[in-house]
């Protein structure tokens, strides 16, 4: 079926209009006390901009009403950083091993002001390097953000919607 341009318009609209309605908050309580970020404070405000910005991007998949407030009190990213001879800043060796991500968080989803559902939950990416990945090996946050989609579909999604 052919849309007409008048209906590709307002489909668009349509469509634009529920996608804006939907919205994810993050907030973080003292994430320079976090178990592990990066030392320097221009890479540690990088890892929480671009959590935030993945807690963005997975909000796109929330219907059309619905809100998603989440607080991160932790997070310990992949591998551990180790310090480098010679250099400024320091490496983040992944071993494999009980380097895993974890994230500590609570959570809120509100359906036009009613709580669909709320709770405080560890995310733990435990296998994260026997894992297919559908993040590049240049993501630096690839296994935390993979930790995040597993959540957000299985807690905030349930069978409301598939993940792209």
Known sequence: MRLQPRSWLAAALLA???????????DYVKPDEFIDMPHSLHDRDRVLKEVTRH???????????????VTVTDIDLAGREEPR???????RIMRGGADWPTMKLSYTLEQDGQVLRSGEDTLKN???????NRYTSGDPLRYEKQMVDDWFQKTILGSQVSRK
Do not use: C, E, H
């Open 55 to 69: 807690f963005n991007d997975l909000a796109k998949d929330l219907p059309a009403g619905q809100n998603l407030k």
């Open 16 to 26: 634009a209009t529920g996608a804006a309605s939907a919205g994810v908050t993050v």
């Open 126 to 132: 435990m296998m994260y390097q026997q894992r297919i």
């Open 85 to 91: 001879r010679w250099a400024t800043n320091d490496i």
